[in-house]
């Protein structure tokens, strides 16, 4: 258990949608592995009554929050709706996390530490040295370090996993970034958040972490949502190039 005073009030945001079957083993595990940590769920009206068990874990501890949506609206939008809500609660530093269990509570603390040692943003990275993946099939793993090959390549950006989902970000980084300019809403909302930050300038870190695949529920993960990532990558890595290269253009013609 991490030593948490000094990094002020700590809120993981989790993310809900039919997460009936988890969300009351992975908040019990947040809670037990870091009780100074605060717990926002934030429910899209899952249709299981998700949302339902996530009011009745509040009302027995103050330290579990819910956020009800309207409806299903992506990954990103329910991030930025929990943000908004753990900034506004004047949160120190705010993180986010997987209700199926891929992100394990007793790992959280390392994290914690990273942020203690002066990072700005901290991500739980699989591609590290000493982080990994449990019970993926071959296929997934190479679409994964894959993409994060493509987008270090194309973004510039120094970082292994980019589309990582366990972080913590501090309060002064969510500040600098602009929320509300975010327009990304499914998975690639994590690639738009690392970039954001790594632009601002401020400091980024990958402790290692071992990602392990639901065991209870279905993923949200599809073909068409890899796609759709990757798309939105290339059209930011183009624009910042063709951004680049009209910057040099410029630079010649007054010279």
Request: glycine share 10%; aromatic share 6%; no cysteine.
């Amino acid at each position: 258990m991490t030593d948490n005073h000094r990094l002020g009030r700590i809120v993981m945001v989790i993310p809900t949608y039919n997460e009936a079957e988890n969300l009351a083993w992975i908040v019990g595990r947040v809670r037990q592995a870091q009780p100074g940590v605060d717990v926002l769920v934030v429910d899209d009206s899952s249709p299981d009554g998700t949302g339902e068990i996530a009011d009745t874990l509040a009302s027995a501890d103050p330290q579990v929050h819910v956020l009800h949506r309207a409806g299903k609206e992506g990954l990103g939008a329910a991030y930025l709706a929990g943000f908004a809500w753990a900034l506004a609660e004047g949160y120190d530093v705010i993180g986010e996390m997987d209700a199926d269990g891929s992100h394990q509570p007793e790992q959280l603390g390392r994290l914690l530490a990273a942020v203690a040692d002066g990072a700005d943003l901290v991500i739980g990275s699989r591609w590290v040295p000493g982080g990994s993946v449990v019970n993926w099939p071959w296929q997934r793993e190479a679409l994964s370090r894959g993409g994060n090959l493509y987008v270090r390549a194309l973004l510039g950006i120094d970082v292994r996993d980019a589309t990582a989902g366990f972080r913590l970000f501090r309060r002064s980084t969510l500040d600098a970034i602009d929320l509300g300019t975010v327009a990304s809403t499914g998975y690639v909302f994590q690639t738009d958040l690392v970039s954001r930050t790594l632009g601002a300038g401020l400091r980024v870190r990958e402790v290692p972490i071992e990602f392990v695949e639901r065991v209870r529920g279905d993923s949200k993960m599809s073909g068409a949502v890899a796609l759709e990532s990757l798309k939105r990558v290339t059209q930011w890595g183009l624009r910042e190039r063709w951004a680049r290269a009209r910057s040099r253009s410029r630079a010649m013609i007054d010279a």
